[in-house]
């Protein structure tokens, strides 16, 4: 069963998906920090309502990427668009949600004033699709900890309410920088599981950034490989599981040959 | 260690250090204006109460008015310090001079500026010598902001007021409670100082050197340590009451 508003994406479709409203549009994108080329030439149309994940070696500018896409820092050549409007303006206007690497909450807020931070700050571009942060902290299994400080909470905990935080925005695309990389293994499938449940049928666009091969299939419609620094994306592999993605997808021996694919691209993308 | 020692232990430690304070001075026989035995300390200020409390409030006011307004500047100058790198390198020198230039050298001259009876010139230099050290905190503390959550409002691009006040300000508060610690002693020292003419513990303190009264002199410095403890105090209960949070402030029982 598809979640309402998408679709897998199959190599079959991948002529429409190109001609149907990007929410994110890199044309040309290149970034250099003084002499160190970090992006070379990134093209690249995400589809409204898609899971794209973005894998690629360490420091080869995946995270860069994503800073782009979320208008903080500033391309040196191309054209970035998100829903339409350039990245910048995107940012100014809260349409793009980020969670961090690390949860990033204010050990002096609680949960519920941390699930709220980002709309309590530049309030008035607050647009009509906010959600409200308490309805989606119960959701994640928070409900009973609105009080608590961070330091009262676990690692996946922590990272529950920097997802409810991004959440809460209501913004049309969600840019995750490795948000899993720092739990262990338990953890991560458990938020696995629950990223799958939150974003499906929400019409979010995601960009979502992992070392992990297996997250990034078992999470994504498309996983992009990216080289080495410079960032080039080397392989767009169309991620054709069913929705909504079972807890046990990786047993699937489909998800397999999947990952075997996103490694051999990744392998091939290094030499 | 259990909650009765922690209580205890400090009670002990001060009944041996006046205990050996009383048995030194009359063994040694030590003139009262050198160093006046404890008990007679007491007896003095037990003689003149109200007059005791009533500059002991004098001199309160004065640190505490001073410590307030070198708070509310420093936070100012630290935001703006923290801002631009050209601000904190022009302002360092001026507070570092600040710091290292004795202010008992200049309280005449900004006492004959602003009135020697009058309340300001206590106030103003407790101000302006507790002002460094809550600046360089100040400034510290709010670069120090953690960097991701300083990228996650610049996300949704939060005004510098919004990342002011949401971000650098609380992650100042560690610092500026250090550096609270430290003033608090040194506003009391500076007030005590340059009060003369204004009322308060300095006068008491002043007068009793003039007439050569050991006991009301050491009535007033142990009225100084009183209120230096009694502030120190307070600074704590502040600091647990607004920073229970961080990890200085929880129990360490566990």
């Known amino acids: ?271 | 260690m259990s909650r009765a020692t922690r209580y205890v232990a400090p009670v002990v430690g001060l009944v041996v250090f006046f205990a050996a304070w009383e048995l030194l001075v009359r063994a040694l026989d030590i003139r009262p204006f050198v160093l006046t035995r404890p008990s007679q300390i007491v007896r003095y200020m037990f003689r003149f109460p109200h007059d005791y409390f009533r500059a002991a409030l004098i001199t309160m006011k004065h640190a505490a008015l001073g410590f307030a307004i070198a708070v509310v500047v420093a936070l100012v100058i630290g935001a703006a310090m923290a801002a631009s790198r050209f601000i904190e390198y022009a302002t360092q020198p001026v507070l570092t001079l600040i710091a290292v230039t004795p202010f008992a050298a200049y309280i005449a001259s900004v006492k004959i500026g602003l009135g020697v009876f009058s309340d300001k010139p206590v106030v103003f230099i407790v101000a302006l010598v507790s002002l460094p050290a809550f600046a360089f905190a100040a400034a510290d503390g709010m670069r120090g902001a953690d960097p991701s959550s300083r990228e996650l409002l610049a996300s949704v691009d939060a005004s510098r007021w919004e990342v002011l006040w949401h971000l650098r300000m609380p992650s100042a508060l560690p610092a500026l409670f250090t550096a609270a610690k430290y003033n608090v002693g040194l506003a009391l020292v500076v007030a005590y100082l340059a009060e003369g003419g204004t009322g308060g513990l300095g006068q008491i303190g002043s007068r009793a050197i003039a007439g050569n009264q050991g006991d009301r002199l050491w009535a007033a410095i142990l009225s100084m340590a009183i209120l230096g403890t009694i502030s120190l105090i307070l600074l704590n209960v502040l600091q647990r009451a607004v920073m229970g949070w961080h990890v200085s402030q929880r129990s360490d029982d566990g």
């Open chain 1, 1 to 271: 069963m598809i979640a309402p508003g998408r679709r897998p994406y199959t190599p079959a479709n991948v002529g429409t998906w190109a001609t149907m409203t990007a929410a994110v549009s890199l044309r040309g994108l290149e970034k250099s920090f003084g002499a160190l080329e970090t992006i070379a030439g990134v093209d690249l149309e995400i589809e409204a309502g898609s899971f794209v994940s973005l894998i690629g070696p360490s420091g080869c500018g995946k995270s860069t990427l994503l800073r782009i896409v979320a208008g903080l820092e500033t391309p040196s050549g191309g054209q970035v668009l998100v829903d339409g409007e350039p990245a910048v303006s995107a940012r100014r206007h809260k349409r793009v949600a980020m969670v961090p690497q690390h949860p990033g909450l204010l050990p002096w807020r609680s949960v519920r004033a941390n699930a709220r931070l980002l709309l309590d700050v530049n309030s008035k571009a607050n647009g009509p699709t906010t959600k409200d942060p308490i309805e989606l902290l119960e959701r994640v299994g928070l409900g009973s900890f609105l009080d608590a400080h961070p330091h009262e909470l676990s690692g996946g905990m922590q990272q529950r309410v920097a997802l409810v935080r991004a959440l809460a925005l209501g913004a049309p695309l969600l840019a995750m920088d490795e948000p899993l990389a720092a739990l262990d293994e338990i953890t991560r499938a458990e938020m696995r599981g629950l990223l799958n449940q939150l974003v499906e049928g929400h019409n979010v666009t995601t960009l979502f950034v992992t070392h992990s091969i297996s997250e990034a299939v078992a999470l994504s419609d498309r996983v992009l490989v990216s080289s080495p620094r410079p960032a080039r994306i080397v392989a767009d592999i169309p991620i054709d599981l069913s929705r909504p993605r079972p807890d046990d997808v990786d047993d699937d021996a489909h998800f397999f040959d999947l990952c075997t694919q996103v490694r051999h691209a990744l392998l091939k993308g290094a030499e």
